[in-house]
């Protein structure tokens, strides 16, 4: 399964969608995914979409969101991007000090294995108070971390404060 990032992320986070519906035992184990003790639970799920194993910050963000989705009591998925929802998390929105403390945690991430860290209890925070997340799009800002950290971190900022660029200009 050799696809562009975009087509796997999607067709694996519609796949886990799909498998936890149907096997709970297979939710089960990818529950266990973001803990590094057990994570090799998953392995066979994410090496079946040609994960190298091997290369941690590839194996982490998939780990992690299977794991997320599994926890997830969501049925497809969502529309709601991290930075917004971690906005909608809070009752004052992107106004709450603790929101922003929380984003800016986020944003002072340096690697895909301190992100993956971090993440683990927001996300847990998120599932409690916010629905519809969008996982392919979460999984794919993982994905591409390393590579384009200031791009991804300035994307979370933009959703968690407001309108994109585009958005803007359609209103004008």
């Given at each position: 399964m050799n696809m562009p990032t975009t087509s796997r992320s999607a067709a694996f986070v519609n796949y886990v969608f799909q498998r936890c519906q149907q096997d709970k035992g297979f939710a089960a184990r990818l529950r266990r995914g973001d803990n590094p003790a057990t994570e090799y639970q998953c392995w066979d799920t994410l090496a079946a979409f040609g994960v190298n194993l091997e290369f941690v910050n590839e194996r982490q963000p998939f780990a992690l969101t299977a794991a997320a989705i599994a926890r997830s009591t969501q049925k497809t998925n969502g529309g709601l991007k991290l930075g917004q929802a971690i906005?909608?998390?809070?009752?004052?929105?992107?106004?709450?000090?603790?929101?922003?403390?929380?984003?800016?945690?986020l944003l002072a991430c340096d690697d895909v294995e301190e992100l993956c860290r971090i993440l683990r209890p927001l996300l847990s925070l998120i599932q409690n108070r916010v629905q519809q997340i969008d996982y392919a799009s979460f999984l794919e800002d993982l994905c591409w971390f390393d590579s384009a950290t200031m791009r991804v971190k300035t994307r979370w900022a933009q959703q968690f404060y407001g309108k994109s660029a585009a958005e803007n200009q359609g209103d004008a």
């Open positions: 906005a909608r998390s809070f009752d004052d929105g992107n106004q709450s000090d603790q929101a922003r403390a929380r984003l800016r945690r």
